[in-house]
């Protein structure tokens, strides 16, 4: 294989690539919109779609195969390839997470919500955006937008500390609601782990520029979401 052939291999790589993280954002987009309209329909079309993500992860993993047999790529040109596997795989479990929320979704059915839901659609803003962060982090070779996926961890963890301790709080007085109530716990803790795997992305794409495999999450602490690179305020009593 040739440089310009391994070049446009690679292209392609990286074309496949977005196209999966894109596959990915639109699950979550999907599996949110789902519960918040209590939308059935949709729930299981996002979890039917989680087929086609998986499919999308197989071949990736076969390209990169390809790629190391016949080009035996070394320094920063290995490194890419050797992101990429890790990455897919984190892609593959945020499209999974999104599938479970969808899960959860057809379980809680029409009944009326305990609380409006206001935090756990944050929570799944913040973990999109750091997904599609860490994917253009990748195609660029941008390290600093790399940094700032890892960063933004924080925000989504804080929200889900919020939402965990507030439906505890319902939980208490409404001991009829219970079942729901797991529900969103659950749902608020499939969240924050796509955010920590959108901050393995990260990692996996600094490693990729740098060569270093660093832990790159909660590089700044934060006292309150005010800063939020988000959005200005965050509700702190609604879930």
Known sequence: MTRFSFEK?????????????????????????ALVNQDEDLARKIIADDDIIDDLESNIEKMCVTLIARQQPIARDLRAITAVLKIITDLERIADHSADISELTINIGKADFITPLINIP????????????????????DYSLAREVCASDDYVDELFTNVKFKLAEYMKSNPESIDQIIDLIMIAKYIERMADHATNIGEWVAYSITGNHEHLAHLYHKDSLESNPFENKTPKDIT
Not at 18 to 27: A, L, N, Q, R
Not at 123 to 141: E, L, S
């Open 122 to 141: 944050k929570m799944a803003m913040m973990a999109r955006k750091m997904t599609d962060m860490a994917i253009t982090a990748y195609i660029k070779k």
């Open 9 to 33: 291999a690679l292209g392609d790589l990286e074309f496949t690539l977005i196209k999966m993280g894109t596959y990915v954002e639109e699950s979550i987009d999907g599996a949110i919109s």
